[in-house]
């Protein structure tokens, strides 16, 4: 059974930045790709960054020029650099990850961007 651990959330204040790390608990190379969700308050889970076996990436709207995907094969972690934070970019991010038609997700890590 593949674990996905999430870990680097915090309290960061506008404007600051933070990086989240998917730790998987077995080797990354198999996965066909990874996505970090986020779930703000009251909203629905919505797909922030993706990336595949290939490295191309792809970014909701609203972190593009912001955010950076990454993968470490070598460390089997996958990474979410997010830059010039804003207080609506709080909530829960979700680390999932694709192998063989399997989807795994991991427990979650909270980020707070204070005002």
């Known amino acids: 059974q593949v674990q996905l651990v999430e870990s680097g959330g915090g309290l960061v204040q506008a404007g600051g930045s933070l990086r989240l790390s998917c730790a998987a608990s077995?080797?990354?190379?198999?996965?066909?790709?990874f996505k970090w969700y986020r779930q703000g308050p009251g909203n629905e889970r919505e797909l922030v960054a993706e990336i595949n076996s290939g490295g191309n990436t792809n970014y909701a709207n609203s972190v593009k020029g912001r955010f950076t995907i990454s993968r470490d094969n070598g460390r089997d972690t996958v990474y979410l650099h997010m830059n010039s934070l804003k207080p609506e970019d709080t909530g829960t991010y979700y680390c999932?990850?694709?192998?063989?038609?399997?989807?795994?997700w991991g427990q979650g890590t909270q980020v707070t961007v204070s005002s």
């Open positions: 077995q080797s990354t190379y198999y996965f066909s790709a």
């Open positions: 999932e990850g694709t192998r063989w038609s399997h989807d795994y």
